[in-house]
């Protein structure tokens, strides 16, 4: 699910002008495309992902959660890659920016106020230089938060999860703490789960008619979005919000179909790659409509947007490669030590296999994850 959901946010992010919005109607069909994929069906993406880590987070009960070891862990393995891929592009953007050059593409990283620069650099108040890190960054608070989360859905589950939906849900409605609110909701809503023992598998059963109105709802969310936008009557974001959270169970049961599949096998063994396109693949796209612009300009957007897409998750594939095999040492830093992580999968796997069990179907459940 990790690598789909964050290939499937490479085209949340794909940039684009006044002049190229697909609001316009410029491209037909096309640019109603961009709205169902960019701005409907994965923009499920980030809120499934925190369910995710609020699941896994407690997946062995409340008695085996260590608050302090947690921590201490998610330090290495969140909040450090979260310094490391923000800042470095802050002082990249920082750099171009003193000579010139990437003016209304980042934000004013060298002309900005000292409350503009330590948001840009650290998502104090709002977005990251690197956007899609605020992920990382609410991601971060919900951690800190997990021992009150899981006290709360412990002895109030109901009250908490409504109020929690219904803050996520409705717009104009700020949760001050995070900077995306569905991720809050999310979050709990994993943690529920997961002390629950939810039995996940359960709707493993309702996989094809669970993915036919999920890619049907998403559907019906494009076309009100594209006859609306951008700026989208009341009813039309409630719906963007509810589907951006409830359309997590509609992704676990496309993963049920897909991780039958050998491509789906592969795709769920590609490990730190996910975390490496996550962090990386902003700043290549913007690169890419930088370099665009200057050639092209507005022309044949349609090329840009799939050759962006494209592109980018090839560049990522590649770098990602490179950085394991060339610099082990700084790529288990940048990825918060997930590479060491799948080293030891594939060992355990390798031993499996020569012990005569499969490393594949005992354990698809975990893969999907």
Sequence with gaps: MRILLISGIVFVHVPFNPATSPFLGTNGWFDWLRVFLGDSLFRVGVPCLSMISGYLLFRKGMQSFDYGKTLQSKAKTVLLPFLLWNLGLFAAVWL??????GQGYFHDVHGSSVRDTLTLAFATEDLPVNLPLYFLRDLIVCIALSPLLALLVRR?????????????????????????????FSFTMGIF??????????????????????????????IAQYQSGPDYPWMVDLARNALSMLGAF??????????RSRTGQRLAATGSLSFWIFCAHYPVLMVLWMVWNKIAGVSAYP??????????????VITNALAMRLMPPLYQVLTGSRGRKEKLANATASRSVGAGHSPIEPNLSQQRR
């Design 96 to 101: 171009v920016q003193s000579v010139g050059i």
């Design 250 to 259: 509609g992704f676990w049961m496309i993963s049920a179909i897909a991780i």
């Design 193 to 222: 789960l997961a002390l629950r023992g939810a039995d996940l598998k359960m709707l493993d059963r309702f996989a094809v008619p669970g993915t036919v109105v999920t890619i049907a709802a998403a559907l019906a969310l494009s």
């Design 303 to 316: 090329v840009f947007y799939l050759g962006a897409v494209a592109l980018t998750l090839t560049v990522m």
């Design 156 to 184: 109030f589950a109901v009250p908490t999860l409504a109020i929690l939906f219904v803050f996520a849900v409705l717009p104009g409605v700020a949760i001050p703490i995070v900077i995306k609110k569905t991720i809050l």
